[in-house]
């Protein structure tokens, strides 16, 4: 039987090193899914959930719900997106589309070139978003996410939050209009 | 944009409750949010789960001369250096405490300075302290000798300034509360900070 999410993190708090690799298999894709989205960059996004995970790891006795872990390294991941992101700007002024192409495990060949210059579209366009309004609407259109859970995952309001996605849409739709 | 559109695409309304004009938009940022999803990886590429264990399980190292500085061993010393080294001794314990966050300075090994910690933790079995110098794992252990709740303890810090907390019975954290400087920690809390100067002030 698979162990909760709080029978993980005892284990993880009593030394059971394979418990914390079970944790990362299972939190590690939605984590690496926003990074990538959030960062624009495959490369870059390793590197910021393997610093998510680490930082989790040696703050574990801190989560005050480990029940929800989920919810808290998903949290720690965000906030590791936006640091990322923040000192990235301070290091260069590289606009998003501007960052190599975010491997799609691809489906064919047919189609492919238009599919890579719609991606780098879109790359183009979320990119042109804040770092909030980018993370909702990730979070709303491609993770599939509720606005009660974007709440609890980003400790931010509903209305907040449906405010933030309303208005990437509404850039969105500028940035992209006439390339889809 | 519309509201109605929004909403639509809030999951509020269904495309049917749409005015006609409206519907071939809606279906445009169908086609938008669909092709974005599959624009983007599923998972986590292979290996990333390697990294992170391997990232947060050091190494084991071979000992190097620090470590053999450190292991205790028995020595043998004449009457005359015994006095000197406790009149070396004294001269270092008589300095008086200042009080109010970690006090360092006492000595200089190897290019780390010694920090002393004190904290106020009445009835608890255990104190450690914890901190980037140690991984975040609880490293040195503060002792009570008589009893009276004050825990100290030493730790040898490069200079720099340097992110810690105290560890109550190996699982409650705490932050300095004498420190002077504070950190956010990330998870909701204060890490307390500590400025370590060389002790020859370069």
């Known amino acids: ?180 | 944009m519309d509201e109605r559109l929004q909403a639509y695409l809030d999951g509020e309304i269904s495309l049917a409750e749409l005015p006609p004009e409206l519907r071939e938009r809606a279906g445009e940022w169908d086609r938008l949010v669909n092709r974005l999803r599959a624009a983007g990886p599923a998972g986590a590429p292979l290996g990333l789960e390697r990294r992170i264990l391997e990232a947060v399980t050091p190494p084991r190292r071979r000992p190097g001369w620090l470590d053999w500085l450190l292991r205790p061993r028995q020595v043998r010393i004449s009457p005359l250096a015994a006095v000197a080294a406790a009149a070396l001794v004294l001269a270092v314990a008589v300095r008086p405490w200042s009080g109010g966050g970690p006090v360092g300075g006492d000595a200089e090994v190897a290019g780390h300075v010694y920090v002393q910690f004190t904290v106020e933790a009445p009835g608890a079995a255990s104190v450690h302290l914890a901190g980037d110098f140690s991984d975040w794992q609880p490293g040195v252990a503060l002792a009570d000798p008589d009893g009276d709740g004050v825990w100290t303890g030493r730790a040898a810090l490069e200079p720099g300034v340097h992110e810690y907390m105290f560890v109550l019975d190996g699982t409650e954290w705490m932050p300095d509360p004498n420190a002077s400087t504070f950190t956010d920690d990330g998870f909701g809390q204060r890490n307390s900070v500590v400025a370590v100067a060389p002790l020859n002030g370069t």
């Open chain 1, 1 to 180: 039987m698979q162990r909760t999410d709080a029978e993980l993190v005892r284990d993880i708090l009593e030394g059971r090193e394979p418990a914390f690799a079970e944790l990362v298999r299972r939190y590690q894709d939605l984590l690496y899914r926003h990074a990538v989205r959030m960062t624009g960059a495959a490369d870059e996004a390793e590197d910021v959930v393997q610093a998510a995970f680490v930082k989790a790891y040696r703050g574990l006795a801190r989560c005050e719900d480990p029940e929800r872990v989920g919810s808290w390294l998903f949290r720690i991941g965000a906030n590791a997106c936006k640091d990322h992101l923040k000192a990235r700007r301070r290091r260069r002024t590289t606009p998003l589309e501007d960052v190599p192409e975010v491997p799609s495990g691809g489906d064919g060949a047919a189609g492919e070139a238009e599919r890579a210059d719609l991606r780098r579209a879109l790359d183009g366009a979320l990119g042109g978003l804040s770092d909030e309004r980018r993370e909702a609407f990730v979070l709303k259109h491609v993770e599939g996410l509720s606005y009660e859970e974007m709440a609890e995952l980003l400790e931010a309001s509903v209305p907040a939050l449906k405010m933030r996605v309303h208005r990437a849409r509404e850039e969105l739709q500028g940035l992209l209009d006439g390339k889809v």
